[in-house]
């Protein structure tokens, strides 16, 4: 057997060696015909930003009853820098993040400025969230948006601060000769409109433009350095992040956070061409290189060698660890070698009324769709529901929906040849969107409007098909009823003018001219236009319907090609970076605005909002095609100081006596056996996960047996298939549990396994002692 093995390992050595020198000699030859004559400096970076997972509310849904109690897969900043050599310079930074903060923006470009002086600052800098509703809440500064989350989270704050900081130092460290490349496709089935009625009252002939009620076109920046190759891509494409439900309680990067996670993976395994990345029993479910060896064949081939060496591993007793042990153990790490890993980002666009959950709205109650106008049953919002490809698994539909734009994403950087060429730019300027003047054409000829004091109306609370919201809220509501009315009026009854201004509008929530104990909602907002070469991006700072997008891009595109300097042609790529540096919800079209659905009744600032961002715009566009230098506009609020927190601290955690943290509370069975598809499941005695996020660490890990007693990394906190789950036995209670859950991938290999916990504990003094158990060891087949 040991002979036969042998023989095996240099014949499949010396196979897989003739193969890796064709495709490194393939690789090589692409790379290098991609790498001449490099025309810019490009760094990318990543950190996580992961925040609190217990004890905080989401951001996204506004339900006050999902509260984070775990992770499914970690998330992370994700940024890029493109420098003209002696030249401008941009910064795009991705966040697995519900959308960005106005606090969060100012306090990172603060700390750019202490490290870098005026290097990096507003106007080249851009922050963009993802709008994943499955991560803490409580980082941004207006009240509106932290009442869910009972106040400001200091915790989720901070985590994001410093990981965009640090995404961006990596960047800019990582800055080196390179190209970049720029590609476009059409992706299906990853979107759909929720709110066909109000995309319905677009004009005909505008909508005869276009072939879909959503943009389905997805467009990829690959970043290639002179000597390493491709080093990264970022992608805009627009669908929200609601493939995880308003009731799920993991942190989550949804369906974009799992695509960039596949993307990573996939290049590690596919594009970089190591020796141990070739087969795939050395991959995690997306090609991930484990930290092995050789695979030694006595201990993995003979099945009852396997089970007797699972049985000399019991469970271990929870131990004292350092601060840094999960870190150490983790399977991903920052640097491979002198080599950064690749960076990967799936960016959000215009997906303001675009859905994930494709299969269509259902009535929970009948299993019939919901009504067309309204998205009730019988006349109740709260039992209508989209129901994503992987229904009723919304862990399976957040995969789907990440797996079609991760391989879009695939084809798109494999083909990639159209070189970006020309000058790199910014122009940035802020709003006060309270009441901004706005030009618009009508039949009488140029007529000047106004736009509003934020508001939200009665359909807000309707929710939408993703979460419905409560009570008897609907839809498409553009009278409002009595009863709200007069709750509303206890809180801030809306002026004449303030109505007439919103119309058709009927205001819920005056959040614009409420200022107690401070502002309810922005007034100033950021607006911003990178360019490199003939690639420009458009940042707004909320989620632009389908059609606004549209038009948006549409006229921009207008200022710049039709210019007399002749700068741009027609072979221009234009995209719209949503949620971006600020927030301020949605943005609808005048059509769609007066159908008072949640998109419109979310538009805050009243139905001349989005020619309000197309007039301004398009003076910045105007700015960047002259030369000229724009006003900066008035600044908004640092309102840091002011903020409210109520979430209680963590006391003291505890255990019962004679239990130790990390100790085994539920076990694996000894000597059990799994194979591909099971689930494995492991209960530990834990403490709460505010102690310590574990940044760049992980709370969950499989280990695999190397050899005859070495446990290898094998699967973590960033895995797909890997859920950390946590729990109280009661609400008050200072006990806890962490209960991992790992599904077994189909490209495991067979071997034997374990899992372990980290954790950090409180001691009633305050002091933090960090620790860590495993399981008893079984085998997998």
């Not at 140029?446 to 009665?458: E, L």
């Not at 959040?511 to 922005?522: H, R």
């Not at 100081?641 to 076990?667: H, T, Y």
Request: charged share 20%.
């Amino acid at each position: 057997m040991e002979i036969s093995f042998f023989i095996y390992r240099e014949v499949h050595s010396s196979v897989i060696g003739i193969w890796l020198c064709l495709l490194l000699l393939t690789v090589s030859q692409n790379a290098s015909a991609q790498t001449s004559e490099p025309t810019y400096l490009i760094g990318l970076g990543s950190y996580d930003i992961t925040g609190p997972a217990a004890d905080v509310n989401m951001m996204g849904y506004a339900n006050m009853e999902q509260i984070a109690s775990g992770i499914h897969f970690r998330l992370r900043a994700r940024a890029f820098i493109v420098a003209e050599p002696g030249g401008s310079r941009v910064v795009f930074v991705n966040l697995d993040a519900c959308m960005a903060s106005q606090i969060v923006t100012i306090k990172v470009i603060e700390r750019l400025k202490s490290r870098y002086g005026g290097l990096y600052n507003e106007r080249n800098v851009a922050i963009s969230g993802i709008h994943t509703h499955a991560g803490p809440g409580g980082y941004l500064q207006y009240v509106v948006y932290i009442v869910t989350s009972v106040g400001f989270v200091h915790q989720s704050f901070d985590v994001i601060v410093d990981g965009i900081e640090k995404a961006i130092v990596q960047a800019n460290d990582n800055l080196r000769p390179g190209s970049l490349f720029i590609n476009g496709g059409e992706l299906l089935d990853a979107g759909v409109n929720r709110s066909p009625s109000a995309y319905l009252n677009n004009p005909p002939e505008e909508r005869k433009e276009y072939k879909y009620d959503v943009d389905k076109e997805m467009t990829l920046l690959k970043f290639v350095d002179r000597e390493w190759g491709p080093v990264g891509s970022f992608n805009w494409f627009a669908t929200h992040g609601t493939s995880m439900s308003r009731t799920n309680s993991l942190i989550s990067g949804d369906n974009k956070g799992a695509a960039a996670r596949f993307m990573e993976d996939w290049f590690e395994k596919e594009a970089r061409g190591e020796i141990y990345n070739i087969k795939s029993e050395f991959s995690n479910d997306h090609g991930f290189p484990r930290k092995l060896s050789v695979i030694t064949s006595k201990f993995h081939s003979d099945y009852s060698m396997l089970k007797h060496l699972a049985l000399s591993f019991s469970a271990n007793s929870g131990s004292v660890v350092p601060g840094t042990f999960s870190t150490a153990h983790r399977v991903r790490s920052t640097w491979q070698g002198v080599r950064p890993k690749f960076v990967s980002a799936f960016c959000q666009s215009n997906c303001g009324d675009v859905s994930p959950n494709v299969l269509g709205t259902f009535c929970i109650d009948t299993g019939l769709p919901c009504d067309f106008n309204h998205s009730t049953c019988n006349g109740k919002n709260e039992l209508c529901y989209g129901r994503g490809p992987g229904y009723p698994d919304e862990f399976e539909s957040t995969r789907i929906i990440g797996d079609k734009q991760y391989k879009k994403a695939v084809d798109l950087f494999t083909e990639a040849s159209e070189k970006i060429m020309g000058k790199v730019d910014f122009r940035q300027t802020y709003l006060d969107l309270s009441n901004l003047e706005v030009t618009i054409p009508s039949t009488d000829g140029p007529k000047v409007v106004r736009t509003c004091p934020a508001s939200m109306g009665f359909a807000f609370a309707a929710g939408t098909t993703d979460g419905p919201g409560a009570f008897d809220f609907t839809q498409g509501d553009d009278r409002g009823n009595a009863f709200w009315k007069l709750v509303r009026n206890l809180l801030k009854k809306p002026s004449k003018v303030q109505v007439d201004c919103q119309h058709p509008k009927p205001i819920l929530l005056d959040t614009g001219d409420m200022k107690e104990p401070y502002d309810w909602a922005p007034s100033v907002l950021p607006i911003q236009i990178i360019r490199i070469g003939q690639f420009v991006i458009l940042c707004v700072p909320g989620e632009f319907s389908t059609m606004a997008g549209r038009r948006l891009r549409a006229a921009v595109r207008s200022v710049l090609t039709n210019s007399s300097s002749r700068e741009f042609d027609d072979n221009l790529h234009i995209v719209l970076a949503g949620l971006t540096n600020s927030y301020s919800q949605y943005v609808t079209t005048f059509e769609e605005y007066k159908i008072q659905r949640y998109e419109g009744a979310s538009t805050l600032y009243g139905p001349h909002t989005l020619n309000a961002y197309i007039q301004e715009f398009k003076k910045l566009a105007a700015s960047m095609i002259s030369g000229s230098i724009i006003t900066p506009g008035s600044q908004p609020p640092d309102l840091l100081n002011k903020q409210i927190s109520l979430l209680a601290p963590v006391i003291v955690d505890s255990k019962p006596f004679g239990v130790e943290f990390g100790d085994i509370k539920s076990d694996v069975h000894r000597n059990s056996t799994f194979t591909k598809g099971d689930l494995v499941s492991v209960t530990f005695w834990s403490a709460c996960p505010r102690n310590d996020l574990m940044t760049e660490g992980t709370f969950s890990l499989v280990e695999n047996l190397q050899g005859a007693g070495k446990w290898i990394p094998a699967y973590d906190d960033d895995d797909f298939c890997l859920r950390f789950i946590w729990s109280r036995p009661w609400k008050l209670s200072t006990h806890s549990h962490a209960t991992i859950e790992w599904r077994i991938p189909e490209t495991a290999f067979s071997g034997v396994y374990r899992i372990r916990h980290f954790g950090a504990a409180k001691g009633l003094f305050g002091s933090i002692s960090h620790f860590t158990g495993a399981s008893s060891a079984f085998v997998v087949i």
